[in-house]
């Protein structure tokens, strides 16, 4: 693993590249980014063109999307069936809403986690749900997805197994193939809800026998063994059921070879196999699954062990690990592309540190880092921060822990200072920061125009937290700021200006080496951990590749010493009378303080 650690995996996207449940649809990244704003328009149109075409399959992810947007900015879809109360997409788009609300109340914690209040609440809250739901299904008898929504309803209200069988077979007369029906049928005839396993393998096992090559109900089965394994916690080799995990893989791996990698309509079922295939121990073939899924990492599988980006990182970095120590030490892994070759320009991710320290005092403060830096002076004394490309990383920028590099330098170089670094992140549309102070991140947020609107009370907390670090006396402006989702450039550049910093450079997440050109900017090689040691614990303060100026005592004290140290040099060099010993220790320690002005006098000159 030493030898071929830092190349194994190489080629992997960088992990701030990482996206968890990103929307690859344009047009429904855009009807959230207006939602959000409060303009239904291009809503209605996206969910026209799938009721009209028959789009069953992507009207179902659209409707989940734009309800969770409803969730937080009901304002636009009440709008809309104000205008057109028997819309039948606003009417669907209603009816997931209500069952989303009921969930989020009851939330997905198991039912001796959840009290009775959240139980009454998210009763009441289904039996409101059913009129809307029936009404969804009447005013477009031909659509499935209401039958989708009524199964959930189904598992939420404890329906019985009869009327779950009259609502499948509503949803299989419209679409008989229809992957979101059957992975919402499969959870209602699981263990953990009203079902068992072997009743959840036999219906996965003969929806994927009746199903089209290349269809997502083949992966249906491993959805399946992730309950088995994962949620329930059963036993690779537990009962019979061991075998049909080991054939729901394979099923799965063929099931991959269908779609092309990278495509963000095969990442549901992909990161459900890297996680089977790493409980298997079959670490290359999860490597090969890791590529294939590229940057789009989902909720689930990862969120049943934790937080799903941090997990799905590290497990990707743990099957890296694993196949380098499997590696022979004298062999060399495959050389593949560069993970970045593979993502299109605009949607490379990039990254920029603002620190509240002049630079001579951040280079002294990286040594440490494992990373290469480019480091520039800001107005007021401050710093701007940028990782420089490196053809052949270190083994600590190879193995970052789940951290993208400037976020793990300034996690590095803000311990043990007292002045705090702002890591902004630009990746395509999507705008972000993380706060650091004294090696902690206090605060971070995202701008997602498809996400959800921020909470206002964790909008708040983040406020008050900047608040707390730079001189802001009213944190209210940067809760309005926090909380809107469209135009996130703006709202980035308006948030790094609000808090008294210096502006965003120009490029920003544009092109790379936003800092390469800008006078005074310069570069602080990466270093490795002994010689890092040796120069941090260094009396010579030139030794970082930034030249630092010396305080007034500094001068004054080396050429006092010079003034005494040459003459007694000279004196014990001409006097016959003086010991060779005695003339070498003023000679040296001349020429010692010689050098450290004349260094110091070079730095002080250069540009």
């Given amino acids: 693993m030493l030898r071929h650690g830092s190349s194994v995996g190489a080629d992997l996207p960088p992990d701030e590249a990482v996206t968890v449940d990103a929307v690859a649809d344009p047009a429904l990244r855009a009807a959230l980014a207006a939602a959000a704003s409060g303009d239904a328009g291009p809503a209605r149109e996206l969910l026209a ?4 075409d028959a789009q069953w399959e992507r009207r179902s992810g659209c409707v989940s999307a734009l309800a969770e947007c409803a969730l937080h900015s009901p304002g636009w879809l009440e709008g809309w069936l104000a205008a057109t109360p028997e819309d039948p997409d606003a009417v669907l788009v209603k009816a997931e809403l209500c069952i989303q609300q009921a969930w989020e109340i009851r939330t997905g914690h198991r039912a001796d986690e959840v009290s009775e209040d959240q139980f009454r609440a998210f009763f009441a809250l289904l039996d409101d749900a059913a009129p809307v739901i029936a009404a969804a299904a009447e005013l477009n008898p031909a659509d499935p997805v209401p039958w989708q929504i009524a199964l959930t309803h189904a598992r939420g209200s404890q329906a019985p197994r009869e009327v779950f069988d009259d609502y499948w077979s509503e949803a299989v007369a419209r679409a008989p193939h229809h992957n979101g029906c059957h992975a919402t049928a499969l959870q209602y005839l699981c263990e953990k809800w009203y079902g068992s396993h072997e009743e959840m393998f036999d219906f996965a096992e003969r929806a994927a026998e009746g199903a089209l090559p290349g269809s997502k109900l083949n992966a249906l089965p491993l959805i399946a063994a992730v309950e088995y394994r994962v949620v329930a916690g059963e036993s690779a080799a537990s009962g019979s059921s061991g075998s049909r995990v080991e054939a729901a893989i394979g099923r799965a791996m063929e099931l991959s070879a269908w779609y092309e990698p990278g495509d963000p309509e095969a990442a549901g079922f992909r990161n459900h196999l890297a996680l089977m295939l790493i409980l298997a121990e079959r670490w290359s073939e999860a490597l090969e699954v890791f590529r294939a899924i590229g940057v789009h990492a989902r909720s689930f599988p990862w969120g049943y062990v934790g937080d799903a980006r941090k997990e799905f990182l590290e497990f990707r970095l743990g099957v890296r690990m694993q196949v380098a120590s499997g590696t022979p030490f004298f062999s060399r892994p495959p050389r593949r592309a560069s993970p970045t070759a593979a993502l299109p320009a605009a949607h490379a991710p990039r990254s920029l540190a603002i620190a509240m320290a002049p630079p001579h005092e951040v280079a002294e403060a990286a040594l440490m880092c494992g990373v290469s830096l480019r480091i520039a002076p800001a107005a007021s004394g401050l710093s701007y921060v940028e990782l420089v490309p490196d053809p052949s990383p270190g083994r600590r920028a190879a193995f970052s822990g789940g951290e993208d590099l400037l976020t793990g330098a300034a996690d590095n170089f803000t311990t043990g200072e007292k002045w705090p670094a702002l890591v902004l992140r630009r990746t395509a549309d999507r705008y972000g920061f993380t706060l650091f102070h004294k090696g902690k991140p206090v ?24 608040s707390a670090v730079f001189p802001v006396r009213d944190p209210r402006p940067l809760v309005t700021l926090l909380r809107g989702a ?3 450039a703006r709202r980035q550049t308006e948030l790094v200006t609000a808090l008294g910093l210096p502006p965003v450079p120009e490029g920003f997440g544009v092109r790379d080496e936003v800092l390469d050109g800008v006078e005074g900017a310069q570069v602080l090689a990466r270093r490795g951990v002994l010689k890092g040691i040796r120069d941090t614990v260094s009396t ?11 305080p007034r005592r500094w001068w004054v004290l080396r050429i006092a010493a010079l003034v005494v140290l040459v003459p007694a040099g000279v004196y014990g060099w001409l006097s016959p009378e003086v ?3 005695r003339t070498l220790v003023p000679t040296g320690a001349a020429v010692f303080f010689g050098v450290q002005v004349r260094k110091a006098w070079a730095g002080r000159r250069s540009p």
């Fill in 49 to 52: 063109k799938t009721r009209l």
């Fill in 540 to 550: 010579d303060l030139g030794t970082p590749a930034l030249p630092v100026p010396r």
């Fill in 486 to 488: 469209n135009d996130p």
């Fill in 579 to 581: 010991s060779w010993y």
């Fill in 443 to 466: 605060a971070s947020h995202l701008w997602d125009p498809s996400a959800p609107v921020t909470d206002h009370t964790d909008a708040a907390a983040t406020a008050q937290a900047l």
